[in-house]
């Protein structure tokens, strides 16, 4: 079936410390993991994505890596800041269409 | 040019009308996705085009929903006879293509069932 699972639900960390969230699919045919960032009362907006091909990518303080055997992949930011404060979405593609988590809401404390 | 634009930005209607919303996606882009994200909630997948055919409607609610492509750009989706769980935002989508590339979000309608 479709379904995209995403752990934690929120995540309060302290700014400089590491936070990782993580998502489990079920589809086996899925290959491309997008991550999106929504401040609040703004769109959401991509941040950085993988395709199947590839274990891990890395963006300045923002790495995904992904293990296509498990079927679970996860999104890590370092030396956070307040600024890294919102909800985060993981998502995968299934027969076209682009199914996301459930968010993460990420709390940065200064 | 532009990104994706959604009209309206805000909707309020009176339970039991229908209401019809807009998203002209960017141009070019093939594939357009609409979603609805309830107060604190996540991305509810509602259905996705490819060109004007929608390969997948599994996502809308009821025979209440439905939404049309023409032209292989601009989008309507509409809700007949509204209710008031009907309120929500509604984000469309689009991409170049449906496959392994980057969508990129409207601003949303915010809909108000009163």
Known sequence: GENVEQHPSTLSVQEGDSAVIKCTYSDSASNYFPWYKQELGKRPQLIIDIRSNVGEKKDQRIAVTLNKTAKHFSLHITETQPEDSAVYFCACNQGGKLIFGQGTELSVKP | ?????????????????????????????????????????????LIYFQGNSAPDKSGLPSDRFSAERTGGSVSTLTIQRTQQEDSAVYLCASSLKAERTEAFFGQGTRLTVV
């Open chain 2, 1 to 45: 040019g532009a990104g994706v634009s959604q009209s309206p930005s805000n909707k309020v209607t009176e339970k039991g009308k229908d209401v019809e919303l807009r998203c002209d996606p960017i141009s070019g882009h093939t594939a357009l996705y609409w979603y609805r994200q309830s107060l604190g909630q996540g991305l509810e997948f």
